[in-house]
């Protein structure tokens, strides 16, 4: 009886142990992306970090790339990029992969920041030059409350085979197209419990990555600044993207049985923008980052709200480049005009260089009405949207292709654009480079950058009104 008796007291403890182990497990992963240098968030973004940790203490941190261009004190920092990375390692990110502006000042100043975080950046479909020393990998394992989390990194490659920055940064770096590169590393698929992809190759090409490559529990993308504001399922696999410039971060949830198996996953967007409360010590960061008296020169005022108005903003652009050239016309291209509301408000060197952080060459062509028309078109479709303008206005459809088909140009004393005459143009370098079109003439470099141009405009008008102003009209 005695021993009936212990036997029992030992069976109800072990099933009462039993009972106190962890059915589930759950992973928590906050993602963000195309965070373009808007350190003025950070702040907030790190009270939002601490109070998700308070919940969550084991709580994984990744960027999809693009965490520079678009703020000059970051930007033009004697070390370009400096502040964004210390105020990620301050906020403790744990993983990065790459975005086409990683690439904007050159791939040694990319390598001089990534010597600065204290986080490792993947990507599986880059390799470089061995004399670049980069400190970079295809994919990482972690280690996690007793899982094994396998992640590859992957970057958008464009039409010219690099990603979408001047083509003379790219020295040294050599692209794949990543639908060729992950099967390679499929084989984590077996090793991990769970497997991720961190893209930074576009909303639309992420979910064509989910279709063809079910092995990947999500995708947490960047690249269109595309909000997912729910979970969002394709062909089973998670994909999921936060706007741009700190706006909003994803809460990723995975859960895992008893054996280690994914059993339910889900995501949330929190707003960033929004929150009213921030983290001192990090505000103290960001103040003594723009503690710079350069970028808050006034160089001219603006006298009328723009409010959701890239156009508008790249008509200025692109009157400025023409002013500064002397040409019958100009064109700026749609991706590089980096925002789109301004105040009616004085204009800071801060303002000018972060609508415009690339600072490319001009450069002048001759080119027939003809050409111009073709290169509307091929710049449309590489670009992703219609050239602004100044010296005239054009209207055009597109196709079912993406294709811009019938540009009717009219300059502006309103006769129409003659297709055999020769007109004197001017783009941007990147345009130049990047934009595949047929001319006659090479182009001629007039040595002078863009943001002159903007700068030298303001001088010479002092005030801009550039409301409601469209050039470019689809029909």
């Given amino acids: ?20 182990q962890p059915k589930e497990t759950k992973l928590y992963i906050a993602t963000i992306n195309d965070m373009h240098a808007n350190i003025d968030n950070f702040p907030k973004l790190a009270y939002v970090l601490d109070s998700l940790r308070g919940v969550h203490p084991d709580l994984l941190l990744f960027s999809a790339g693009d965490n520079r261009s678009g703020n000059p004190i970051n930007d033009r920092d004697s070390v370009p990029s400096r502040p964004m990375y210390e105020l990620m390692n301050a906020v403790g990110f744990n993983l990065s992969c790459f975005g086409n502006h990683e690439w904007d000042s050159g791939v040694e100043a990319l390598r001089d920041v990534m010597n600065i975080a204290k986080f490792p950046f993947v990507c599986a ?9 980069m400190p970079y990998q295809p994919y990482i394992i972690l280690e996690q409350n007793g899982l094994k989390i396998g992640v590859i990194g992957a970057i958008q490659v464009g039409l010219n085979g690099i990603p979408d920055f001047h083509p003379d940064h790219a020295a040294g770096s050599h692209f794949h197209p990543i639908e060729e590169v992950l099967p390679e590393y499929l084989f984590l698929r077996d090793e991990c419990n769970a497997l991720f992809l961190l893209s930074h190759c576009g909303f639309e090409e992420d979910v064509e990555t989910a279709e063809k490559f079910p092995q990947f529990d999500a995708i947490f993308g960047g690249h ?10 394709f062909n089973g696999v998670m994909v999921t993207q936060a706007l741009n410039k700190v706006k909003y971060l994803t809460l990723n949830t ?3 049985d008893k054996n280690g198996k994914m059993i339910a996953k889900e995501s949330q967007v929190i707003p960033i923008n929004k929150q009213k409360n921030i983290d001192p010590a990090v505000k103290s960061m960001v103040n003594e980052f723009n503690n710079n008296e350069v970028f808050l020169k006034v160089v001219g005022y603006n006298d009328a709200q723009i409010d959701d108005c890239y156009e508008c903003l790249g008509c200025y652009m692109a009157d400025a ?26 204009v800071t060197l801060k303002d000018v260089c972060s609508l415009d952080p690339f600072d490319n060459d001009l450069v002048v062509f001759n080119m027939t009405g003809q050409e111009i028309v073709d290169f509307l078109g091929v710049s449309f479709f590489t670009d992703g949207g219609p050239n602004y303008c100044s010296g005239c206005t054009y209207t055009y459809s597109v196709d079912e292709q993406g294709q811009m088909k019938d540009c009717q140009v009219k300059l502006d004393n309103g006769k129409p654009l003659d297709l055999k005459k020769t007109y004197k143009i001017v783009m941007n370098s ?14 001629t470099d007039i040595f002078r950058s863009s943001n002159e141009a903007l700068i030298q405009y303001l001088t010479d008008h002092q005030h801009i009104n550039y409301a409601d102003k469209h050039r470019a009209i689809e029909k």
């Fill in 125 to 133: 479909n880059v390799t470089f030059d061995d004399s670049l020393n």
């Fill in 1 to 20: 009886m005695k021993k009936t008796a212990t036997l029992l007291i030992a069976l109800a403890i072990v099933l009462g142990l039993a009972s106190c």
């Fill in 430 to 443: 990147y345009m130049s480079s990047a934009f595949k079109f047929q001319h006659e003439d090479p182009g």
């Fill in 254 to 256: 995975f859960t895992f």
């Fill in 321 to 346: 480049a023409r002013a500064l050239a002397g040409t019958d016309m100009a064109f700026q291209n749609y991706g590089g005009v980096r925002f789109d509301t301004l105040g009616v408000r004085p």
């Fill in 224 to 233: 269109t600044h595309t909000l997912v504001d729910s979970t969002r399922l």
